[in-house]
């Protein structure tokens, strides 16, 4: 079987990379989907449609082009990791996590642990938290060769 694990949260450190490259280098069964990573273009996905005054118009036709891309590959997906950075609130990343809670997808929390107190709700609905890239290799290589 090959595992589709959906990597969801924070855009602006290589933890993604970090996650791909670990197993690649142990040649795991899985493959990787993800949200739209590059910021300007998630902000952009609804420019197409038509310029607005307004900023809150212009983020809700995006969000909602956006959405069609999460909502699918959540669905897909096996796993997931949700990452929370310490330098931005990614309510993004808590409502993937909610709607991979509400569809019975099993996912995994990374977050360092000065986040842990505002996260509480959202890793009890998780598998498992990690702190690092390395252990979530860890728990892919496990759930997918043991």
């Known amino acids: ?14 933890w993604r990379e970090q996650i791909k ?8 069964p899985v493959e990787f989907t993800s949200a739209v990573t590059n910021h300007e273009a ?25 959405s069609i891309r999460t909502k699918n590959l959540i669905e897909q997906c096996d796993i997931a ?10 309510w993004n990343a808590a409502f993937d996590a909610g709607y991979l809670s509400a569809c019975g997808k099993p996912f995994i929390t990374l977050h360092d642990d000065n986040i842990i107190h505002p996260l509480k709700e ?18 892919l290589k496990y759930v997918t060769t043991a």
């Open 21 to 28: 490259q670990g197993c690649e280098a142990l040649s795991l």
């Open 122 to 139: 959202v890793d009890a609905a998780a598998m498992a938290w990690a702190q690092t890239p390395e252990e979530i290799v860890e728990i």
């Open 81 to 90: 990791v949700v990452r929370f950075g310490d330098k931005y609130k990614q």
């Open 42 to 66: 998630s902000d952009a996905a609804g420019d197409h449609l038509g310029a607005e005054e307004n900023s809150f118009w212009r983020d809700h036709k995006s969000s909602k082009i956006n």
């Open 1 to 14: 079987m090959i595992w589709t694990v959906y990597l969801s949260g924070e855009i602006h450190t290589d």
